[in-house]
């Protein structure tokens, strides 16, 4: 069964600091990669998603994720973080055939402070 | 305006009692889905349904049930059987069940007491 790791359960930085989240899956075949986040008090909801071509997915508020085939890896990023960036972050992953439904890495909490 | 309704967003139980918890989409998705949020646990699939009259357990389906008698509509039920069912529960509905973008609802947080 397929798998994914978040590897920092809460991570803490000050604005305007580079981020990266990590993330990781275990699934030899094409899959489909997510990001979600959920602003406190707010519905989860998606952030940006990779199906196919270029690896480098542009999301929403400035916010992109690098999916790296060799490294079974799709990492976060954003150059600089606002204190709205507050939330916490989702990895999620399917297989690209079949209906396989997704599943949800553990979560990273990012706080971030002025 | 479309979306996603879950209700109530709190509710208490005692234990030993049955719950329906509410979900109802009007963006017109074919695939529904329930998960269950803990601290530091991520959301875990309890079921899901890609069609009406049809639903599949997920990875932590022992304890819980679900219907799909309306398209916009699937309630869960958290029986007595449940052994740890205080929780927040998020449903969650996508177009067609295949990889698609998938929208949340706000939640409800059960607690039983």
């Known amino acids: 069964a397929q798998s994914v790791s978040q590897h920092n359960h809460h991570v803490i930085l000050s604005e305007a600091a580079s981020l990266e989240l990590g993330c990781n899956y275990s699934?030899?075949?094409?899959?489909?990669l997510f990001w979600y986040v959920q602003y406190p008090g707010q519905h989860l909801q998606l952030l940006l998603k990779?199906?196919?071509?270029?690896?480098l997915v542009k999301g929403i508020k400035g916010f992109e994720a690098e999916f790296i085939k060799s490294k079974f890896s799709f990492n976060l990023r954003k150059p600089s973080v606002q204190w709205s960036d507050t939330a916490e972050y989702f990895c999620?992953?399917?297989?690209?055939?079949?209906?396989?439904?997704?599943?949800f890495g553990k979560g990273t909490r990012l706080s971030v402070i002025a | 305006d479309g979306g996603i309704t879950q209700s109530p967003k709190y509710l208490f139980r005692k234990e030993g009692q049955n719950v329906t918890l509410s979900c109802e989409q009007n963006?017109?998705?074919?695939?529904m889905y329930w998960y269950r949020q803990d601290p530091g646990q991520g959301l875990r699939l309890i079921y899901y349904?890609?069609?009406?009259?049809?639903?599949q357990k997920g990875d932590i389906a022992e304890g819980y049930s679900v219907s799909r008698e309306k398209k916009e509509s699937f309630p869960l039920t958290v029986t007595s059987a449940q052994k740890n069912p205080t929780a927040f529960y998020l449903c969650?509905?996508?177009?067609?069940?295949?990889?698609?973008?998938?929208?949340f609802g706000p939640g409800t947080r059960l607690t039983v007491l």
């Open positions: 349904s890609q069609i009406v009259n049809d639903f």
């Open positions: 963006l017109n998705h074919d695939a």
């Open positions: 969650a509905s996508e177009a067609s069940g295949r990889s698609d973008t998938q929208y």
């Open positions: 999620a992953v399917n297989p690209s055939s079949g209906n396989t439904p997704l599943v």
């Open positions: 990779y199906f196919s071509g270029d690896p």
């Open positions: 699934y030899g075949g094409t899959v489909n």
